[in-house]
Structures are given as structure tokens and as C-alpha cells.
């Protein structure tokens, strides 16, 4: 490199990095990385977490919608009688009727068994967690939670099943206690495809890393003959 002033041909020297500014310029390690704890593997997680609850949104929202109706409706009649007014038809229709009507009516029986089984079906779903398709899977940590979809399981499942030789065809249901796995396998023994299948499938179960592992159940048949 020349500049002016200088002679043609002449080099200019380039300076150089010394050790020490070598030093200062590179970022100190980052000792906080190794004293972090290990991530958990599979085998470390929590096998006790429980089922995913739903909110139930559409249920609630329904039966607060016809309590707040019937319960405005009511508040509006009372109202009503107590500035002087008549009570509604409706309210007078009903208490006519509960008058009148005897126990044993198969009307009042019918009115009866249908709000018992509205009752029954409301305390099932407060009881119940509900969303049976999401199986919940190992806590590593105590502030992460994760489910696996039994559609995606099964899937996962299957895809492990074809890679068996022998195997032609695979149907899996994934449920919360058992997963079924038919096979049909159109050549090999069909105890040695039962074998295979059921190490491979037993390592893919591990592998899906769920709380509560469904157990195996796998059938091994011929194709049926077409024709």
C-alpha cells in the first residue's frame, strides 16, 4: 500500500494485534452456563402429573344464561305485583298448575326425571376433567405442563410400525390406559412380526414421554384374501 508522498514501489508496514489486546477484545467465558442444573431426562420427570381440566365454557355459559333470564324475569313479576300490578300469565299459569296437578302426574314425572338428568349430567361435568384426547405427559419442571393429542400418539405409534418388516398395514387406537395396535403382515412368521412389533412399539411408548404409559396390546394377522 502507498500513499502520497511516498515512493513508488515502497510498502507500508500494517499494525499488528499484541497478545494482550488479543486478550482484553475476547469475551470471557460464561461461567453461569456450567453451573446451571442438568435439563431432566424422561426417566427424571414426574410421573404423577395429573389430567388437563376443561373450562367447560359452553355449558357454564348456557346455564348462566337461562339462570339470568329466569332469575331477571322472576325479579321484573315481583316488582311488577309489588307497585300494584297483576302478575304476568305465565307466573299465574304455573302456580295454577302446581295447584291442580297431582304427584303421581306423568307430566310431573317427566318434568321431573328431565331436570334430575340435567342435575346428574352438571355434577358430572364439575367432577370430571373432561378432554379425554389430551394425555398429559412427564413434569420436567414444576411451571411446564405439556399433552400429547392421542390422534398424534397413534400417529407416532403407527409410523413405528410400518418401519417393521412384514408389516403391510397398521391400524392404532391410542386410549388413556391401552393402546391397540392391528397389523397385518403379508409375509414373515406372524410371531416373529408380534415380536418386533411389540419391542419397537414399547420403546416408542417410553419415547412419547407420557405421565402414565398406556400398555400394549397388539394383534398380528394375514390379509384377507381378495376374492
Known amino acids: 500500500m502507498t500513499e502520497p508522498g511516498e515512493p513508488t514501489g515502497s510498502t507500508r508496514r500494517m499494525p499488528t494485534i ?6 482484553a477484545r475476547t469475551p470471557a467465558p460464561d461461567t453461569s452456563a456450567d453451573a446451571r442444573e442438568p435439563v431432566p431426562t424422561l426417566e427424571q420427570g414426574d410421573s404423577a402429573a395429573g389430567r388437563f381440566w376443561s373450562a367447560r365454557r359452553v ?6 344464561l337461562v339462570l339470568l333470564g329466569g332469575a331477571g324475569l322472576l325479579l321484573y313479576d315481583i316488582a311488577a305485583v309489588r307497585a300494584g300490578r297483576p302478575a304476568m300469565r ?17 307430566a310431573v314425572l317427566i318434568g321431573a326425571g328431565a331436570a334430575a338428568l340435567i342435575g346428574l349430567w352438571l355434577i358430572l ?14 413434569r420436567d419442571r ?16 403407527r409410523d413405528r410400525s ?36 411389540d419391542a419397537v412399539l414399547e420403546k416408542a411408548v ?6 402414565r404409559p398406556p400398555a400394549l396390546s397388539v394383534q398380528v394377522h394375514r390379509p384377507e384374501k381378495k376374492g
Do not use: I
Open 18 to 23: 499484541g497478545q494482550d489486546d488479543a486478550a
Open 59 to 64: 355449558p357454564a355459559a348456557l346455564l348462566a
Open 90 to 106: 305465565w307466573r299465574r299459569f304455573l302456580a295454577d298448575g302446581l295447584a291442580e296437578q297431582r304427584l303421581d302426574d306423568v
Open 125 to 138: 361435568l364439575a367432577l370430571t376433567p373432561g378432554l379425554r384426547d389430551l394425555l398429559p405427559m412427564r
Open 142 to 157: 414444576a411451571d411446564v405442563r405439556a399433552g400429547l393429542d392421542r390422534t398424534a400418539a397413534a400417529l407416532v405409534l
Open 162 to 197: 410400518v418401519e417393521v418388516p412384514g408389516v403391510q398395514s397398521v391400524r392404532v387406537r391410542v386410549g388413556r390406559r391401552k393402546a391397540k395396535v392391528r397389523a397385518h403382515s403379508h409375509f414373515r412368521e406372524l410371531d416373529d412380526v408380534r415380536t418386533d412389533l
Open 206 to 211: 417410553r419415547e412419547l414421554g407420557l405421565a
